[in-house]
T-cell receptor, first 112, second 114 residues
Framework: GQQLNQSPQSMFIQEGEDVSMNCTSS?????WLWYKQDPGEGPVLLIA?????ELTSNGRLTAQFGITRKDSFLNISASIPSDVGIYFC????????????FGQGTTLQVKP | DGGITQSPKYLFRKEGQNVTLSCEQN?????MYWYRQDPGQGLRLIYY???????QKGDIAEGYSVSREKKESFPLTVTSAQKNPTAFYLC?????????????FGAGSRLTVL
């Protein structure tokens, strides 16, 4: 079946550093989403990407929809302690059903 | 405030017991979803429903059941047939059609089997 490979699995960085994570797939997706999950809570949408090559920013976050439509990247600039959490990528399987497939997640820890 | 409410937040169950997790939304969304989350894994789809009185199996439906009698509610029953039920369960909803991919999640329910 379809799979998303998200890397790295975890990151431990110093406050102020930039962070990069990515998702790759053998399948083509028409929509890529990035979510953040705080401990013990549900994921919250960060950025949605709808077009190959699209680069979208949300504050210190920037995400790109790969031109092959098989990958996506998320960058966080100048990390702060509240960036701690699990970041998930998701690809849209079906526009009709809204079904998503999720990556395994990247756990981010930030040292003040 | 519009949103999705899941209850209970924490639930303990003895082996062989069925338990039902509640999910209520006041977003007027047509579609609702149940996901299971295990440590180090992505979210896996259990069941989803696009309209009242209709639902479809996701990737890991075995041992689970759902109902959709009202637009606002999509309860999930974890049956005794589910061999490894300890997990974090997330309910989500979305509009239909354009924007259907943008899921809004509840805060989750953590089920532990003793």
């Amino acid at each position: 079946g379809q799979q998303l490979n998200q890397s790295p699995q975890s990151m431990f960085i110093q406050e102020g550093e930039d962070v990069s994570m990515n998702c790759t797939s053998s399948s083509i997706f028409n929509t890529w989403l990035w979510y953040k999950q705080d401990p013990g809570e549900g994921p919250v949408l960060l950025i949605a990407l709808y077009k190959a090559g699209e680069l979208t920013s949300n504050g210190r976050l920037t995400a790109q929809f790969g031109i092959t439509r098989k990958d996506s990247f998320l960058n966080i600039s100048a990390s702060i302690p509240s960036d701690v959490g699990i970041y998930f990528c998701a690809g849209l399987i079906s526009m009709h059903t809204g079904k998503l497939i999720f990556g395994q997640g990247t756990t981010l820890q930030v040292k003040p | 405030d519009g949103g999705i409410t899941q209850s209970p937040k924490y639930l303990f169950r003895k082996e062989g017991q069925n338990v039902t997790l509640s999910c209520e939304q006041n977003l007027n969304h047509d579609a609702m979803y149940w996901y299971r989350q295990d440590p180090g894994q992505g979210l896996r789809l259990i069941y989803y429903s696009q309209i009242v009185n209709d639902f479809q199996k996701g990737d890991i439906a075995e041992g689970y059941s759902v109902s959709r009698e009202k637009k606002e509610s999509f309860p999930l029953t974890v049956t005794s047939a589910q061999k490894n039920p300890t997990a974090f369960y997330l309910c989500a909803s979305s509009i239909q059609g354009a924007g259907a991919n943008v899921l809004t999640f509840g805060a989750g329910s953590r089920l532990t089997v003793l």
